[in-house]
């Protein structure tokens, strides 16, 4: 019994400290900061006499009692920057390189040359050689804008394929295959 109310003194430190390093000091910008004050009694108690506990009054009560305004800290609700409105002309300016920088929707890019162009996503070659396939859930509006414009204006570039091999008695003229 003598090591509980020890425990419960540092619980209660412990708790108010760490509501205000949580909410108070680090509060996001933009965000009022407002301080809390609450008063806490700690009673020492004996053996025979049980401890009561009360529930905290509910925040509607204490605003009625008070006859005062709430002082409620302001919610900085995020919004999404208002994006530039591109036009044909940019497009057409951008499909003019051959590598182009790709965003994902969490703000990473990536070079590559775009390669084709599906319903749902594109193909790629990335500078280092290797191609690879971006559903267009995973890029930026503005991207898949622009990948939606190449294609409606088929301004892909046309994929070379490679020759077929020749029928030489059985033997591949690996020279013709490359050189070609």
């Not at 009360?54 to 008070?66: F, G, I, L």
């Not at 951008?94 to 929707?105: E, F, M, V």
């Not at 599906?118 to 991207?143: Q, W």
Request: aromatic fraction near 6%; proline fraction near 8%; glycine fraction near 4%.
């Amino acid at each position: 019994m003598k090591a509980l109310l020890p425990i419960l003194i540092c619980s209660i430190i412990s708790a108010g400290l760490g509501y205000y390093f949580g909410h108070i000091t680090l509060a996001p910008e933009g965000v009022t900061k407002t301080k809390v004050v609450e008063k806490i009694v700690v009673q020492p108690t004996t053996a025979a006499a049980p401890v009561q506990q009360s529930a905290p009054p509910a925040p509607s009560q204490v605003a009625a009692s008070n006859n005062s305004p709430v002082n409620e800290p302001a919610i900085a609700v995020e919004t999404e920057p208002e994006r530039p409105e591109i036009t044909e002309a940019d497009m057409a300016e951008r499909a003019k390189n051959t590598i182009q920088t790709l965003t994902d929707s969490q703000g990473r890019s990536i070079q590559a040359k775009i390669l084709d162009v599906t319903a749902d996503s594109v193909k790629i070659e990335r500078t280092d050689g290797l191609e690879t396939t971006i559903p267009f859930s995973m890029l930026s509006e503005t991207d898949v804008e622009f990948c939606n414009y190449l294609k409606e204006n088929d301004l892909l570039p046309e994929i070379e394929q490679a020759p077929a091999p020749a029928a030489n008695d059985g033997e591949f003229d690996w020279n013709a295959y490359f050189n070609s």
